[in-house]
């Protein structure tokens, strides 16, 4: 799409009228939090709509605006990273400030039926029945929705006295991060490797994430087979399914839990975010399964335990039921998914089978009016996560948004999408150098 570039200026932050002072972070706050210990950055908390909801404020090299950025999600503890270089944004946002807010859920407490329903939501992805837990109902958990996401922005700039310059929303991101929007049309917008919008209906978004997945499968076997010595004959479909297959179970040593078929699988999807570092390693170590060193294994194991959120028993953990309680708010949904538990995409299908039947998704399935804010798309023609469709999906409900396409072998962050997008149509002028 051919656009004429323009350099959008930042929106400075306007006085507003005196508001009751944020609540400072609790200590439990700053005590899990590694980014509060950061005197740097200011950590506080707002009640919003008899919510509870922890932020950050980091700063910028030289406080030129604000800008919200959505990294992901949902289950995710923003305010649990590490500190502004994890959140993976290009150098030419580092004089911004930047505003990370916690999902609603992060202050809840699991009670013990949430605790026994999570173990078997781990049990029905691994072992199965394939059938719903009941793990929604048991948690409890709240998820973010347009209305109750925007309030709750709305609540922390005023406490804060601040306006946004910008917004940015990676992944499951993009829905926020577009709720904001609508909301602070002043604002730049930036959407990258975006999630479905509401549009597109639940099931539908699993299926395009499983096939998505399997394609990337695919790809990268084939361009690793001949110079790894492996048979290019066959598919990357083929020999991970093949691996788990042979697989049972694997004692390990230095791990308590056996390695699992249903492990292959759900390591074989964690390696795939990062595809160019873990496809060497991903389909050598698949095409020898089991017969694989303890290191190999052990790295099979962790892989399997990072997407599913499991630490420390057969549990997944309260991150995982808040993934889950995001997604099923967030799209429409009808019947439950098919399919056997142990394979690849169990996690996937699992999750939609947990969504009870919703008409109404959380968030704005309507055009976004016209805003004074550019609207930026980046889009991967290889993501195994997010495919090129659902940012197409995106520009039908902003129309005026620019669509930047790129190819990295990952789901990859921001600030690689600018470095691969040399040529960018973006109008927005960090996004145009990083």
Same mark, same amino acid.
């Given at each position: 799409?051919?656009?004429?570039?323009?350099?959008?200026?930042?929106?400075?932050?306007?006085?507003?009228?005196?508001?009751?002072?944020?609540?400072?972070?609790?200590?439990?706050?700053?005590?899990?939090?590694?980014?509060?210990?950061?005197?740097?950055?200011?950590?506080?908390?707002?009640?919003?709509?008899?919510?509870?909801?922890?932020?950050?404020?980091?700063?910028?090299?030289?406080?030129? !605006?604000?800008?919200?950025?959505?990294?992901?999600?949902?289950?995710?503890?923003?305010?649990?990273?590490?500190?502004?270089?994890?959140?993976?944004?290009?150098?030419?946002?580092?004089?911004?400030?930047?505003?990370?807010?916690?999902?609603?859920?992060?202050?809840?407490?699991?009670?013990?039926?949430?605790?026994?329903?999570?173990?078997?939501?781990?049990?029905?992805?691994?072992?199965?029945?394939?059938?719903?837990?009941?793990?929604?109902?048991?948690?409890?958990?709240?998820?973010?929705?347009?209305?109750?996401?925007?309030?709750?922005?709305?609540?922390?700039?005023?406490?804060?006295?601040?306006?946004?310059?910008?917004?940015?929303?990676?992944?499951?991101?993009?829905?926020?991060?577009?709720?904001?929007?609508?909301?602070?049309?002043?604002?730049?917008?930036?959407?990258?490797?975006?999630?479905?919008?509401?549009?597109?209906?639940?099931?539908?978004?699993?299926?395009?994430?499983?096939?998505?997945?399997?394609?990337?499968?695919?790809?990268?076997?084939?361009?690793?087979?001949?110079?790894?010595?492996?048979?290019?004959?066959?598919?990357?479909?083929?020999?991970?399914?093949?691996?788990?297959?042979?697989?049972?179970?694997?004692?390990?040593?230095?791990?308590?839990?056996?390695?699992?078929?249903?492990?292959?699988?759900?390591?074989?999807?964690?390696?795939?975010?990062?595809?160019?570092?873990?496809?060497?390693?991903?389909?050598?170590?698949?095409?020898?399964?089991?017969?694989?060193?303890?290191?190999?294994?052990?790295?099979?194991?962790?892989?399997?335990?990072?997407?599913?959120?499991?630490?420390?028993?057969?549990?997944?953990?309260?991150?995982?039921?808040?993934?889950?309680?995001?997604?099923?708010?967030?799209?429409?949904?009808?019947?439950?998914?098919?399919?056997?538990? !142990?394979?690849?995409?169990?996690?996937?299908?699992?999750?939609?089978?947990?969504?009870?039947?919703?008409?109404?998704?959380?968030?704005?399935?309507?055009?976004?009016?016209?805003?004074?804010?550019?609207?930026?798309?980046?889009?991967?023609?290889?993501?195994?996560?997010?495919?090129?469709?659902?940012?197409?999906?995106?520009?039908?409900?902003?129309?005026?948004?620019?669509?930047?396409?790129?190819?990295?072998?990952?789901?990859?962050?921001?600030?690689?999408?600018?470095?691969?997008?040399?040529?960018?149509?973006?109008?927005?002028?960090?996004?145009?150098?990083?």
């Amino acid at each position: 799409m051919a656009v004429i570039l323009v350099a959008v200026g930042q929106v400075r932050d306007r006085p507003v009228a005196a508001q009751p002072a944020s609540s400072p972070a609790s200590p439990a706050l700053l005590a899990s939090s590694r980014l509060c210990q950061d005197k740097a950055v200011r950590c506080a908390t707002v009640d919003s709509a008899g919510t509870t909801i922890g932020y950050a404020i980091v700063p910028g090299t030289s406080h030129q !605006g604000l800008v919200l950025v959505e990294v992901g999600g949902p289950g995710s503890d923003a305010l649990a990273r590490d500190g502004r270089d994890s959140l993976g944004l290009p150098t030419s946002l580092d004089g911004y400030d930047v505003l990370l807010v916690d999902e609603p859920w992060t202050q809840q407490t699991a009670t013990s039926q949430c605790s026994d329903a999570r173990r078997r939501f781990a049990a029905a992805v691994t072992t199965g029945p394939a059938t719903a837990t009941g793990l929604l109902p048991a948690c409890q958990l709240a998820a973010w929705t347009e209305d109750r996401y925007t309030a709750a922005i709305t609540t922390i700039l005023t406490r804060e006295h601040r306006t946004l310059t910008g917004i940015i929303g990676h992944s499951f991101g993009a829905l926020p991060a577009t709720a904001a929007a609508r909301a602070f049309d002043t604002a730049w917008l930036v959407l990258s490797a975006p999630i479905a919008p509401a549009t597109v209906p639940g099931r539908q978004v699993i299926d395009e994430r499983i096939t998505t997945v399997y394609a990337a499968f695919d790809r990268s076997y084939a361009s690793v087979c001949a110079p790894a010595g492996l048979d290019c004959h066959r598919t990357g479909q083929a020999v991970l399914q093949a691996a788990i297959t042979r697989t049972t179970t694997l004692t390990v040593a230095g791990r308590t839990r056996p390695l699992t078929s249903a492990d292959i699988g759900l390591a074989a999807v964690a390696a795939a975010y990062g595809m160019q570092s873990n496809q060497q390693w991903l389909w050598t170590t698949l095409a020898r399964m089991p017969k694989v060193s303890d290191d190999a294994a052990v790295q099979l194991g962790r892989m399997a335990d990072q997407l599913l959120m499991r630490y420390g028993d057969d549990s997944v953990s309260i991150n995982l039921t808040g993934f889950v309680a995001g997604i099923c708010a967030s799209y429409r949904w009808g019947q439950p998914l098919p399919g056997p538990a !142990g394979l690849p995409e169990s996690l996937l299908a699992q999750t939609g089978r947990e969504c009870a039947p919703v008409t109404a998704p959380g968030w704005q399935t309507t055009p976004m009016p016209a805003r004074t804010g550019a609207v930026c798309v980046f889009t991967n023609t290889t993501d195994p996560v997010t495919p090129t469709s659902w940012a197409t999906a995106w520009q039908q409900l902003i129309p005026a948004a620019t669509i930047t396409t790129y190819t990295y072998n990952g789901h990859t962050p921001l600030a690689m999408a600018v470095r691969q997008s040399p040529a960018t149509v973006c109008p927005i002028k960090e996004m145009r150098h990083g």
